[in-house]
């Protein structure tokens, strides 16, 4: 039973920092890509931010230049450093990881955490 356990998240000021880690257990041998998500009050989930096991990340438009991604391919753990926080980055952060599958198996395999919240006070 693959697990993501997500922890970090908490309530801050605006222009604060956090820092969120995700760490992934149960079986997984391979893993291509971890990120984060986020759903805000009334949108949908969205990416956040992605990080491939060779260290190629992509950021949300949003996020870039505050948030940073990283990952320990070795520990199946991933990181996301907020700073500069604003009060719309509000929300419920989500761990994802994606491990590879033939596609007539069924495709990618996409796993996700609980989910951790994430409040920033103006």
């Known amino acids: 039973q693959v697990q993501l356990v997500e922890s970090g998240g908490g309530l801050v000021q605006a222009g604060g920092s956090l820092r969120l880690s995700c760490v992934a257990s149960g079986g997984i041998l391979s893993i291509n890509t971890m990120g984060w998500y986020r759903q805000s009050p009334g949108k949908q989930r969205e990416m956040v931010a992605v990080?491939?096991?060779?260290?190629?990340?992509n950021y949300a438009d949003s996020v870039k230049g505050r948030f940073t991604i990283s990952s320990d391919n070795a520990r199946k753990t991933v990181f996301l450093t907020m700073n500069s926080l604003k009060p719309e980055d509000t929300g419920v952060y989500y761990c994802?990881?994606?491990?590879?599958?033939?596609?007539?198996?069924?495709?990618?395999?996409?796993?996700w955490g609980q989910g951790t919240r994430v409040t920033i006070s103006s």
């Open positions: 990080i491939t096991s060779g260290g190629s990340a």
């Open positions: 994802h990881a994606g491990a590879p599958r033939p596609l007539q198996e069924g495709g990618p395999y996409a796993y």
